[in-house]
Antibody, heavy 118, light 111 residues
Framework: QMQLVQSGAEVKKTGSSVKVSCKAS????????LHWVRQAPGQALEWMGWITPFNGNTNYAQKFQDRVTITRDRSMSTAYMELSSLRSEDTAMYYC???????????WGQGTMVTVSS | QSALTQPPSVSGAPGQWVTLSCTGSSSNIGAGFDVHWYQQLPGTAPKLLMSGNHYRPSGVPDRFSGSKSGTSAYLAIDGLQSEDEAHYFC???????????FGGGTELTVL
């Protein structure tokens, strides 16, 4: 079945960077946009950006424009999200999600908890 | 402050009919963009519940239905069950933000 499997939880220091991976299986990786969404504890979902796995084109939310980089490795069917200059407010669960033609996210990764502390 | 507004909480008794609302603006729902709904159980990833305003993915009970009118969208649940207790998020696209937007979420409690 179609699934996304993410890397494990991370604990980072303020000012450092984190890189989370998301491996796709059960579908053709290059056919579907891959998005990153985060959720702070008890808060709403927040879109961060997407990548087109076919050609590597990206689109980032303005809020994260200067700090986020989304990449992919087609040979590994894996996408990556790197967030730099981490601050305590970045403590959140980070999800990758694959969007179908309707634009809805019908496949979600299990989430990666990133904790930022000084 | 989310671009899509949802009531923080809604409650209903088992068997009842409840409606969750999602209010946007002319730059998202009112511009004609589809609305999607997600159900999130505690400690789990969101799950797609309704796509393209009113299409149920395979496996979603027909107790759930969706609609859209003007700048708002609605998720109705008929015959409320205890397992429906969860957070529900709406999502659309916003031209001002040039990307997907989510509502703040509604916590549904089954009394």
């Amino acid at each position: 079945q179609m699934q996304l499997v993410q890397s494990g939880a991370e604990v980072k220091k303020t000012g450092s960077s984190v890189k989370v991976s998301c491996k796709a299986s059960g579908y053709t990786f290059t056919y579907r946009y891959l998005h990153w969404v985060r959720q702070a504890p008890g808060q709403a979902l927040e879109w961060m950006g997407w990548i087109t796995p076919f050609n590597g084109n990206t689109n980032y939310a303005q809020k994260f424009q200067d700090r986020v980089t989304i990449t992919r490795d087609r040979s590994m069917s894996t996408a990556y999200m790197e967030l730099s200059s981490l601050r305590s407010e970045d403590t959140a669960m980070y999800y990758c999600a694959s969007a179908g033609h309707s634009g809805s996210y019908d496949i979600w990764g299990q989430g990666t908890m990133v904790t930022v502390s000084s | 402050q989310s671009a899509l507004t949802q009531p923080p909480s809604v409650s209903g008794a088992p068997g009842q009919w409840v409606t969750l609302s999602c209010t946007g603006s002319s730059s998202n729902i009112g511009a004609g963009f589809d609305v999607h709904w997600y159900q999130q159980l505690p400690g789990t990833a969101p799950k797609l519940l309704m796509s393209g305003n009113h299409y149920r993915p395979s496996g979603v009970p027909d107790r759930f239905s969706g609609s859209k009118s003007g700048t708002s969208a609605y998720l109705a649940i008929d015959g409320l069950q205890s397992e429906d207790e969860a957070h529900y998020f709406c999502q659309s696209y916003d031209t001002g933000l040039s990307g997907p937007v989510f509502g703040g979420g509604t916590e549904l409690t089954v009394l």
